[in-house]
């Protein structure tokens, strides 16, 4: 994607995560943002001038929270797409998607799934502390993910997420595509209602490397995003060192750009109001 039209997809998801920020402030939710939107906060002081997408992060609490009182504050431009509102969608977190838009990635090619341009809403569940029920857990999670994902119209072309995807769907014929996703989201919440040291993104794509000390996402800060404020765990550094390392070290040039494997992008007419 040209430089250009990089920056007009990155102005058109922050108009998305400005109306999620809008929503939360005005329920009295907490979030944070996460990931590469986390470290290009950092780093950058907004997106990682190469990155595509926008992730943020809610306890599990406040996110099932957000899930009822966003379809009535979400303005008619957006639409909250969750597997409950979108038959086709096989993801057991959220996305907010912009109506009229199109981000359409290589897997989703043929699938009959809102596909507009998003912003990325995860959960955070707590995490066991012991090693072994932490290994037991991701494996049941990610069983239970790929036969939710083989059950739908995806069409994945890396031959190891469509085998995969294929042999757990037909393991678990005798569960339908809900189902799979409502057991996913029992195994990830588990430990729901204890108390443990620390949370995690079971839903991230790094494993078991999403995890930050509990405390992080209750002492918040407001940090500079693209010149808006956005809250951001106080001791972000937790969270970025888990994943990233040495997360002020810039990748080389061959891992810069696509993260997502973006086969179409169209704003349909739309125009970002973020004009920066």
């Not at 926008?54 to 639409?79: C, H, I, N, T, W």
């Not at 014929?173 to 996913?184: A, E, H, P, V, W």
């Not at 029992?186 to 949370?199: A, F, P």
């Not at 992080?216 to 010149?227: H, K, P, S, T, V």
Request: with cysteine.
């Amino acid at each position: 994607m040209e430089k250009e039209s990089l920056r007009t997809l990155q102005l058109c998801i922050l108009d998305i995560a400005l109306e999620f920020k809008r929503i939360c402030d005005k329920h009295g939710l907490d979030y944070f943002l996460i990931g590469g939107t986390l470290l290009g906060a950092v780093r950058h002081h907004g997106f990682i001038p190469w990155d595509d997408d926008m992730d943020v992060g809610m306890s599990r609490k406040d996110y099932e929270k957000f899930l009822k009182v966003a379809p009535k504050e979400l303005g008619s431009q957006f639409f909250l797409q969750t597997y409950c509102t979108d038959k086709a969608f096989a993801h057991g977190f959220a996305k907010i998607r912009l109506n009229g838009t199109i981000l359409l990635e290589d897997y989703a090619e043929h699938s009959k799934q809102h596909n507009g341009i998003f912003l990325d809403v995860f959960p955070y569940d707590n995490m066991p502390e012991n090693n072994f029920m932490l290994k037991s857990q991701y494996l049941k999670f990610k069983v239970l993910k790929w036969a939710a994902m083989g059950k739908t119209d995806y069409d994945f072309k890396e031959s190891k997420k469509k085998y995969f995807s294929f042999a757990m769907s037909k393991a678990l014929f005798f569960l339908s595509k809900k189902q799979c996703i409502d057991k996913m989201i029992k195994v990830c919440t588990k430990y729901q209602g204890r108390k443990t040291e620390n949370i995690i993104n079971w839903f991230g794509a790094y494993k078991y490397s999403e995890y930050m000390d509990a405390k992080c996402a209750r002492d918040l800060i407001l940090m500079d995003f693209e010149g808006y404020e956005f809250k951001v765990p106080a001791a972000y550094q937790n969270l970025l060192h888990n994943m990233y390392g040495d997360y002020m070290k810039l990748p080389p040039p061959e891992k810069r750009g696509n993260q997502h494997a973006m086969i179409n992008v169209s704003l349909g007419g739309y125009v970002p109001k973020c004009k920066k």
